[in-house]
């Protein structure tokens, strides 16, 4: 029986019924009008239905990502005639669900839910999850109907690209180098995020370069070694990196969190000689957390920091979405609380 701890009650949930978009509540649009903003940030929490803040953190993380979403919007000619179309809509109607009253939202996180546990079996129990595992599981979801969509685009006489091919996944090149002779093998993997090991910093950006740095692995060469260094290289770079910070690993068949501080920056900046054809380093920022709280992957609650888009002159405000609960954070605060607790880590390509 997995358990999740107690959040706090939202004395607005009661009165979301009540709350409706009208002229005195100023409204700004960003691209393409999505999101309907507005100057207060109450109505963006997403109601827990049963140990579900794995998928409200999860969720509250891709909403973030302005042009992913603004992505999916952008397909909807091509998904909108596909009998998948309601993987995508789905996915918009929580974008889209911030004002309406708490039952609502609730049948529509309930309707996602199910979609996702059709895919994959193991998110059809009311138990606690891995917001990790139910992440890649929404972006498989999306990927899963390319090759149709695509189809049906040339149909259609236009182009369709995946959103999470166009702006979340990305290829590595992992290179093993013989100590012995020196010969190399290189082979592409396809990746959706970077898991990395607490052990090798105590910053992310520390644990980022030693998992690209590597280190030894044993293999045996045809002149003899069994020793060869492995690193890696991207190959591609994603507008949006996803880093997953190892909290847990089995011990003795034992699921342990790893509580240990990791310093988070602002910023991330991939040096040019880990990308690619690179002439020069890229850089990331920030701009959204999902962090454990509590001991251990079955008994805990996640949460879901990010940066506040209805700021937009300053990304110095964060919001954080405790399900129901939504409270501005200031960026430094979320940095520091979250040191021993943040398990994703989202940055967003910064414009060359
Ligand atoms: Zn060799």
């Known amino acids: 029986m997995s358990v999740c701890l107690p959040t706090t009650y939202n004395q607005l949930s009661g009165s979301f019924s009540t709350i409706s978009l009208n002229d005195s509540q100023e409204t700004l649009c960003i691209s393409e009008g999505h999101f309907p903003l507005t ?12 140990f579900t803040c794995y998928m409200n953190a999860a969720m509250q993380a891709l909403l973030t990502l302005e042009k992913f979403i603004d992505e999916i919007y952008r397909q909807k000619r091509v998904w909108g005639q596909h009998p998948c179309s309601v993987h995508f809509q789905q996915i918009l109607n929580i974008v889209n669900c911030q004002f309406e009253p708490d039952f609502k939202k609730k049948n529509i996180l309930s309707d996602f839910k199910q979609t996702v546990a059709d895919f994959n079996k193991e998110f059809s129990d009311d138990d606690q999850k891995d917001t990790h595992e139910f992440m890649i599981c929404v ?21 369709y690209s995946c959103p999470v091919d166009a702006h979340i996944s990305f290829q590595m090149i992992n290179i093993r180098t013989c100590s012995g002779c020196g010969s190399e093998s290189k082979n592409i993997e396809d990746c959706i995020c970077l898991i990395l090991k607490l052990t090798a910093s105590d910053s992310a950006d520390g644990c980022l370069r030693e998992y690209l740095k590597g280190g030894c692995v044993e293999f045996s060469c045809n002149c003899g070694s069994h020793e060869s260094s492995q690193k890696a290289i991207f190959k591609s770079l994603p507008n949006v990196l996803i880093l997953q910070l190892q909290r847990f690993t089995t011990q003795d068949n034992n699921t342990v969190k790893e509580k240990r501080a990791i310093y988070l920056a602002p910023n991330l900046e991939i040096p040019k000689k880990f990308c690619n054809n690179a002439t020069k380093s890229v850089q990331y920022s920030l701009v ?14 996640y949460i879901c920091d990010g940066v506040n888009r ?29 040191r021993t607790s943040a398990y994703l880590l989202f940055y967003e390509r910064e414009k060359c």
């Open 139 to 159: 972006f498989d979801i999306l990927r899963s109907s390319k090759s149709e969509m695509q189809d049906l685009s040339s149909a259609l006489n236009t182009l």
């Open 288 to 301: 959204s957390i999902v962090s454990h709280l509590g001991p251990s992957l079955n008994y805990g609650h």
């Open 310 to 338: 209805q700021r937009r002159q300053s990304s110095e405000s964060w919001l954080t979405y405790d399900d129901n609960v939504v409270t501005e954070t200031p960026m430094q605060d979320v940095l520091y609380q979250r």
């Open 39 to 50: 100057t207060s940030f109450t109505h963006l929490g997403l109601p827990n239905l049963l």
